[in-house]
T-cell receptor
Framework: SQELEQSPQSLIVQEGKNLTINCTSS?????LYWYKQKYGEGLIFLMM?????EEKSHEKITAKLDEKKQQSSLHITASQPSHAGIYLC??????????????FGKGTKLTVNP | NAGVTQTPKFRVLKTGQSMTLLCAQD?????MYWYRQDPGMGLRLIHY???????AKGEVPDGYNVSRLKKQNFLLGLESAAPSQTSVYFC?????????????FGPGTRLTVL
């Protein structure tokens, strides 16, 4: 079965610093999703990546999928307290993508100190 | 457009009691999912549905039952609650599975079983 490993498990940064969160898969990724969760709330969709080498950005958050499609990174530039939360990566479990099910990593807890 | 809503938001049960969690979506999505989130375990799929009248088991289905009598609703039942079912439960929906597509999440239900 497909597993997703996220690193680090938790991260504490000073406001204004850059940071990177990684998501590594045991199998080829056909659809990789990044979600953000604030404590006590649901998941908010950030970005989805499909193609090897693909990169997407939203405000100060950039996500990339490597050429081999087995690792994705989420980079935050000039972090702000509003970036704090739990970041989860999820992936389609189907062999060719398009499965109805997703598996998720265990999450990375980000704290941004003012 | 409310998106995905969950009822109730919080609940405390005694061991052996039963309850039903309700998920509703107003986006005409075909696919609906129930997850549980536990510290250090990430999100795990309990059951899912690929359409009205259909249900399927996910990763951790034991102790739960589901029903999808109407397209917009997905119910999660606990027949005899156990302390191990203390968790945060999330419902999600998506409109297709044929291509990688985001899942929309509800705000969660925090359940404590004493």
């Amino acid at each position: 079965s497909q597993e997703l490993e996220q690193s680090p498990q938790s991260l504490i940064v000073q406001e204004g610093k850059n940071l990177t969160i990684n998501c590594t898969s045991s199998k080829t990724l056909y659809g990789l999703y990044w979600y953000k969760q604030k404590y006590g709330e649901g998941l908010i969709f950030l970005m989805m990546l499909q193609k090897g080498g693909e990169e997407k950005s939203h405000e100060k958050i950039t996500a990339k999928l490597d050429e081999k499609k087995q690792q994705s990174s989420l980079h935050i530039t000039a972090s702000q307290p509003s970036h704090a939360g739990i970041y989860l990566c999820g992936a389609d479990v189907g062999d060719q993508g398009g499965s109805e099910k997703l598996v998720f990593g265990k999450g990375t807890k980000l704290t941004v100190n003012p | 457009n409310a998106g995905v809503t969950q009822t109730p938001k919080f609940r405390v049960l005694k061991t052996g009691q039963s309850m039903t969690l309700l998920c509703a979506q107003d986006m005409n999505h075909e696919y609906m999912y129930w997850y549980r989130q536990d510290p250090g375990m990430g999100l795990r799929l309990i059951h899912y549905s690929v359409g009205e009248g259909t249900t399927a088991k996910g990763e951790v289905p034991d102790g739960y039952n589901v029903s999808r009598l109407k397209k917009q609703n997905f119910l999660l039942g606990l027949e005899s609650a156990a302390p191990s079912q203390t968790s945060v439960y999330f419902c999600a929906s998506s409109y297709t599975y044929r291509d990688p597509v985001e899942q929309f999440f509800g705000p969660g239900t925090r359940l404590t079983v004493l």
